[in-house]
């Protein structure tokens, strides 16, 4: 079992900047490659963001493309998603997730292919 933790939501208006954390316990960390998705109300859960095990790889959503940041700290087992000139359309709740498949080489881009989720953590970007 991998337990997650997010953190780092919040309010902020247009223009500003979160950073989301994802700590991480049970499993060994490195084992994971991590995603971040986010769900907005009457709207189905979208990728975000992934990093492989060792940070090499990382994949965005064209969306976020440019204004997000994924990475990840082994050593302190959490992942981390920088999100810099936030538009209202990000206002969601926002999740991060364990991949076996560590290399990122399956469906990273599909929530059906983590094996471990968060509680999530809500950003709510005002206008």
């Known amino acids: 079992q991998v337990q997650l933790v997010e953190s780092g939501g919040g309010l902020v208006q247009a223009g500003g900047s979160l950073r989301l954390s994802c700590a991480a316990s049970?499993?060994?960390?490195?084992?994971?490659?991590m995603g971040w998705f986010r769900q907005a109300p009457g709207k189905e859960r979208e990728f975000v963001a992934a990093i492989s095990w060792g940070g090499g790889r990382t994949y965005y959503a064209d969306s976020v493309k440019g204004r997000f940041t994924i990475s990840r700290d082994n050593a302190k087992n959490t992942v981390y998603l920088q999100m810099n000139s936030l538009k209202p359309e990000d206002t969601a709740v926002y999740y991060c997730?364990?991949?076996?498949?560590?290399?990122?080489?399956?469906?990273?881009?599909?929530?059906?292919?983590?094996?471990?989720w968060g509680q999530g953590t809500r950003v709510t970007v005002s206008s």
């Open positions: 049970g499993r060994t960390f490195s084992n994971y490659a």
């Open positions: 997730a364990a991949d076996s498949n560590k290399d990122l080489s399956g469906s990273y881009r599909h929530s059906g292919g983590y094996d471990y």
